[in-house]
């Protein structure tokens, strides 16, 4: 996920105003809590109309603002079995109410489903989305039970804009899009010499009227005033300085840090159970003897490009905790961003995605890309009729018509082959988009279809367990780039202080 609007202190006092132990709201059969703000709330409240029109079911949606917030009201919400009926969230969320013993595991109503239906249900979801949903609590035999069905899926792209990478080009046949981690080494200062000529300047350019995209005549000026009518701008650069820009930047410190590990070989996190029945214990395995080499490897060659001025954190080119205030003010040339969250990025330059960079060292190729979004769960509110129709109501949400319309209108992924085949989602992937925001959710939907998802391109979509405490080493490794980048501890250092506050979850 990207980011989201805040509530105001009014909007935050009704979600706080939950129902009783019913787990619904005063006129309405199921109370739905989630994390989305309020960019989110015509989608999810689009997904509810349309199912109680199909079941007369009616939904109270109650937004929580973030995740954080959603995972905290929960939490607080136990003593008092104020919880709602359904609610998304990330594995350690899950993990954290299954061990308050709230939320409860989907085996016995998917059999019930697969008897009513035929086939089975789970065959229609994507295998590596229920991964996440089948790895947070077993039977005493060591078989996982089902907790959750997935519903908003994400991952990361690489986003560049396409009127400097014209440009580039016209100055320099050898540039390209780099595709790996070697080639950003080589190509990285090509595209900062390019950028020499644009500081505090203006990019215009011919743009043929039958193909936006075709750029020709390009010219750089110091006034914004266009040199002929045939010319348009293209790129304001006029207040980007070379102190604060940077050639790429990554939206999501946390995932930077967690990917680069996977790709230069490494493990981020395990679990263990000496008792399956039992919830798992996970690990910190970053600093282990045998990750530490490939953990520091990984970050060494980002200090480098980081040193060059190739690579960067939205903290070095703009106030934004984000990079993509900084990519659309042409601070940054390429971000790597959440497809979840390709609006923020959505700028008066041309957007265009590609997969995100991978390590290649010429013998060995790491193609991995981290797999991100929420799951919904079923909680323990209500008698069995109302947990039936929450169940319902999951399934409904996470395949089929239902589900394609939410990833059409919101740019994420189906959760389900029968989303995607859904003519709703087959219409986004082949008519032609000419509004921005929507174009971009095309890109990115052939770029899933095409290249993450199809199996001859060898990517990798990973997911780290989910456990207690999991979300705790993902906040501290968020900080780790940015401290290792400022060069003023070594990495030794680094990774053993943050493992010291993170002693808990580090093995003895």
């Keep these: 996920m990207h980011k989201f609007a805040k509530l105001t202190t009014a909007t935050m006092l009704g979600a706080l105003i939950m129902g009783a132990a019913s787990g619904c709201g005063e006129s309405a059969d199921l109370l739905l809590w989630t994390g989305f703000g309020s960019s989110y709330s015509t989608a999810v409240q689009s997904l509810i109309d349309r199912y109680t029109e199909a079941s007369k079911v009616t939904i109270e949606h109650q937004s929580q603002g ?8 929960i939490s607080n919400s136990i003593s008092t079995a104020a919880y709602p009926n359904v609610a998304n969230g990330y594995p350690d969320h899950f993990a954290g109410y299954i061990k308050s013993s709230i939320q409860l595991p989907l085996d016995s109503y998917i059999a019930a489903y697969n008897q009513e239906h035929g086939g089975s249900l789970i065959d229609d979801y994507y295998p ?34 396409h009127y400097f990478m014209e440009y580039a080009k016209s100055t320099d046949a050898t540039l390209k899009v780099p595709e790996t981690w070697a080639e950003w080494e080589v190509l990285g200062p090509k595209f900062l010499d390019v950028m020499d ?26 006034s914004s005033d266009a040199p002929d009518a045939d010319h348009e701008l293209l790129l304001d650069c006029s207040k980007v300085t070379k102190a604060k820009f940077r050639l790429l930047c990554w939206d999501a410190t946390d995932n930077m840090f967690i990917t680069i590990v996977r790709q230069w070989g490494g493990t981020y996190t395990s679990f263990t159970s000496e008792d399956a ?57 390429f971000t790597i961003c959440s497809s979840g969250g390709l609006s923020y990025n959505i700028g ?105 998802m ?22 501290e490794v968020k900080t780790i780039m940015g401290i290792a980048f400022a060069g003023e501890k070594n990495f030794d250092t680094i990774l053993d202080e943050s493992c010291n506050r993170l002693k808990d979850y580090v093995r003895k």
């Design 128 to 161: 590596e989305y229920m991964v996440e949903n089948e790895t947070l609590r077993y039977h005493t035999d060591g078989t996982p039970y089902i907790m959750g069905l997935p519903f908003n899926k994400s991952t990361e792209l690489m986003g560049y804009n």
């Design 197 to 222: 000529n644009l500081y505090e300047k203006y990019l215009f350019a011919v743009v043929d009227s039958a193909d936006p995209d075709k750029l020709s005549d390009f010219k750089v000026q110091s």
């Design 454 to 475: 199809n199996s001859d391109e060898k990517w990798i979509k990973f997911v780290d367990p989910g456990f207690v405490g999991s979300s705790s080493i993902r906040a």
């Design 348 to 452: 008066t330059s041309r957007l265009k995605l590609t997969a995100i960079p991978y390590y290649d060292d010429g013998t060995t190729q790491r193609k991995y890309v981290i797999s991100q979004g929420t799951n919904l769960a079923l909680f323990d509110q209500g008698d069995d009729a109302t947990k039936q129709k929450a169940f319902d109501m999951i399934v409904a949400f996470s395949k089929g018509e239902i589900q394609a319309r939410w990833a059409s209108e919101t740019g994420y992924y189906p959760a389900s082959k029968s989303a995607t085949a859904n003519e709703v989602y087959q219409s986004l992937l082949k008519t032609k988009q000419e509004n921005p925001t929507k174009r971009a959710y095309q890109e990115s939907a052939v770029l899933n279809e095409n290249t993450y």
């Design 277 to 333: 029945s039992k919830y798992q214990h996970g690990w910190a395995e970053f600093n282990t003897t045998e990750n530490a080499p490939k953990t520091k490897a990984a970050m060494q060659y980002f200090k480098n490009l980081y040193d060059a001025g190739v690579f960067g954190l939205s903290s070095d080119i703009s106030d934004d905790s984000y990079s993509s205030t900084g990519f659309k003010n042409n601070q940054c040339m």
């Design 66 to 73: 973030s995740y954080d917030k959603l995972q905290t009201n």
